[in-house]
């Protein structure tokens, strides 16, 4: 069995911990996943950057993309900025290619 290492977006910060480095581009016509973009996984997001509705956005796209409940994804940096890390929770590692 050949054990895969994470994308170079993710870092495990302990055990069932992993931090998810985002850039986020709020406004876009859809909620997609755009690629890479300086070493951050790419999301566009339909949500404004008000009230913080894109951030929400962003915690419910990506535990929906990665199988996961809503409360085991977190975002732990950049409240107001593109740049954003989530905080991923989760007993067995997620499965990165859905997100790949």
Avoid: Y
Avoid at 5 to 29: C, E, I, M, S, T
Avoid at 66 to 79: D, M, N, P
């Amino acid at each position: 069995m050949t054990v895969v290492p994470p994308p170079v977006f993710v870092r495990q910060a302990g055990k069932g911990d992993w931090r998810l480095r985002v850039h986020v581009q709020p406004g876009a016509k859809r909620d997609e996943l755009a690629g890479l973009f300086n070493g951050s996984l790419k999301i566009r997001l339909s949500a404004p950057a008000v009230d913080n509705k894109a951030n929400e956005a962003l915690v419910l796209f990506v535990a929906g993309q990665l199988g996961l409940r809503r409360s085991q994804v977190s975002l732990a940096a950049g409240l107001s900025s593109r740049e954003k890390t989530l905080r991923i929770q989760a007993e067995a590692e997620p499965d990165w290619s859905r997100v790949l």
